[in-house]
């Protein structure tokens, strides 16, 4: 029993620190890309980006729903795992953009970096953007994605490995 308590707590763990890394992951992306002069406004370019900034995210799960279904013999289990690691990674993806916004400071929003909190206005922006921007637009609406993909994702995947590779 502790085990199966501990993969859990780690999946969330690795789930926890992909959403870290996927919020710095995009913008270093665009900078490299930028550079290299891929990304441009062209059919080509757009994929390019799809591919590196969507697909990305099959790296923590893939791996994860094999080794569920590996130790658990479970597609169910599987999926729920893939479930875990997305719905947390995006929960910290976007806590993430919070602190940025909150502590580092962004360009764009510098009304909302802590050293505005003076401003008449800085606890009414932030708890506009906090319930607006991270909580509704970022967290919540992601999160069904998560869901939906990690259910899917983490099913097919453990699927294809107990069908075709467990078995050999």
Known sequence: MKIIKQRWVIYLII???????????????????????????????????????????????????????????????????????????????????AFQLAFVGSSGRLELHISNQNNPFFWENWGNVFYQDIIVAGILRWSVVAVLGGLIIGFLTSFIYLRFIANR
Do not use: M
């Open 15 to 97: 789930g926890i620190a992909f959403g870290v890394f996927d919020f710095y992951y995009h913008s270093y992306l665009a900078n490299i890309l930028a550079r290299q002069q891929v990304f441009t406004p062209s059919i080509g370019g757009e994929i390019i980006w799809l591919t590196l900034s969507i697909g990305i995210w099959l790296v923590p799960i893939v791996p994860i729903a094999i080794y569920e279904a590996k130790i658990s013999k479970s597609k169910l289990r599987a999926s729920f795992a893939s479930l875990l690691t997305w719905c947390a990674s995006i929960v910290f993806y976007y806590l993430t953009n």
